[in-house]
């Protein structure tokens, strides 16, 4: 199958060649006619899969065979700020020979330009939901012309709180619309959301849910906590890492690990909820263009993240949720490309360990380093922090602030 065989307008085509796209994945082979024929879908599939071109690229189709809008006619919502950019840029990318109207609004920088670009009219609004919220309170947008909503990593949206945001912008736009909502996992919640909001949806599902993405090699080192640092940096010139993205828990570690890890002379970046948006942008950037080899991130990286060429994915700490194992591994072995996930365990952290491997339905291999091997001595585990759905705050951060 080729996207040619899909039936995608030249213009698309031309855009997707420019960018030597040759064959789809097979989100997009099932999800692309789906959409182009008018009906909802729910799309679950893992991450890095390409859900993004799934429905950007029928959707595109479509605004080319239609006519022009003062309104929006596409409204994309994703949860996070470096989701929404992602988003705004692969739709400008396809798009690029479409006289298609692209705007994306998010927090942490001024609503004025945002405020100007809505006024002017576009086609299509990527958006997260708290800043969308605003825009719409100051009369800055209306979607009384909306064709299109599509809810973008919707488990994630659940686990930050955002769906009662999403449910007040629903009583703004026209009831008659074709709804798109792609998810990863497919919580409670949400099938109880997506009964509500779609009307006899296309249900789409690439991989059973908890499943890594293909490609990608993982292995867990039991370390004492004490010594994760050196196994890291041992690892690190051990092993040929070309681009490592390192996930801690919290922001207060992030920062003291990229310290260190800054003076063992590596080059590193910090990305966390407390770096203003043009800290945040300017890490990503750099670690996009190869000038830092370390990414050290927060749980804010674990979706939506698409760097290519990231050769590991550490775990210095396992997430919260063993889910969100599953998306943190996703930011490597991208496109069909191979990667490595490397976990860091210590004793307290066996638990997290046991629920992912339950989630995925198999064995995490284990991995030994000479001179790192955990201490045989017991002692008193903490006690851990149950899995749990609730708006995250671990990050130290409230929703609010983050969405806007």
């Known amino acids: 199958m080729s996207f040619q065989e899909l039936g995608l307008a030249p213009e698309i085509l031309r855009a997707l060649k420019s960018k030597n796209y040759e064959t789809p994945t097979p989100i997009q082979v099932q999800a692309i006619p789906a ?14 899969t390409g859900k993004t071109a799934g429905f950007a690229l029928p959707i595109l189709h479509r605004l080319r065979e239609g006519g022009k809008s003062a309104s929006p006619r596409v409204l994309v919502l994703t949860p996070t700020r470096e989701l929404a950019a992602q988003v705004y840029e692969s739709i400008r990318t396809y798009g690029r020979y479409l006289p298609v109207r692209t705007a994306v609004v998010f927090g942490g920088v001024g609503l004025y330009p945002q405020k100007e670009a809505l006024r002017r009219g576009v086609d299509i609004v990527v958006a997260t939901p708290g800043r969308l919220l605003d825009h719409m309170r100051q009369r800055n947008v209306n979607f009384k012309a909306l064709e299109v909503l599509v809810i973008d990593e919707a488990d994630r949206m659940l686990d930050m709180g955002f769906i009662p945001d999403i449910r007040t912008l629903l009583k703004s736009i026209p009831s008659q619309r074709q709804t798109l909502l792609f998810s990863a996992t497919m919580p409670e919640e949400i099938q109880r959301l997506a009964n509500e909001i779609l009307k006899d949806p296309k249900m789409i599902e690439i991989v059973r849910q908890g499943t890594p993405v293909s490609g990608v090699r993982q292995v867990v080192y039991s370390v004492d906590a004490g010594r994760k640092r050196d196994l890291l940096i041992h690892l690190m010139e051990k092993e040929k890492m070309d681009q490592v993205l390192v996930f801690t828990r919290t922001k207060h570690r992030a920062d ?138 671990r990050d130290g951060w409230k929703r609010s602030a983050y969405s806007r």
């Open 256 to 393: 003291h690990l990229a310290e260190h890890l800054e003076k063992k002379g590596k080059r590193v970046a910090v990305l966390h909820s407390n770096k203003s948006q043009s800290a945040r942008t300017q890490a990503l950037e750099a670690f996009r263009r190869g000038t830092i080899q370390v990414l050290v991130a927060t749980n804010i990286a674990a979706r939506g993240l698409d760097v290519k060429g990231i050769s590991h994915v550490v775990n210095y700490e396992f997430p919260d949720s063993p889910e969100d194992y599953v998306h943190r591994i996703g930011r490597t072995a991208r496109a069909a490309a191979t990667g490595d996930a490397i976990s860091l365990m210590s004793s307290n952290e066996r638990d997290n360990l046991r629920d992912i491997e339950r989630l995925m339905g198999k064995k995490i291999p284990m991995g030994t380093v000479e001179g790192f091997e955990a201490s045989a001595r017991t002692a008193p585990e903490p006690v851990r922090r149950p899995f749990r759905r609730q708006p995250e705050k």
């Open 35 to 48: 959409i182009l024929a008018g009906g909802d879908v729910i799309g679950c599939a893992q991450t890095g």
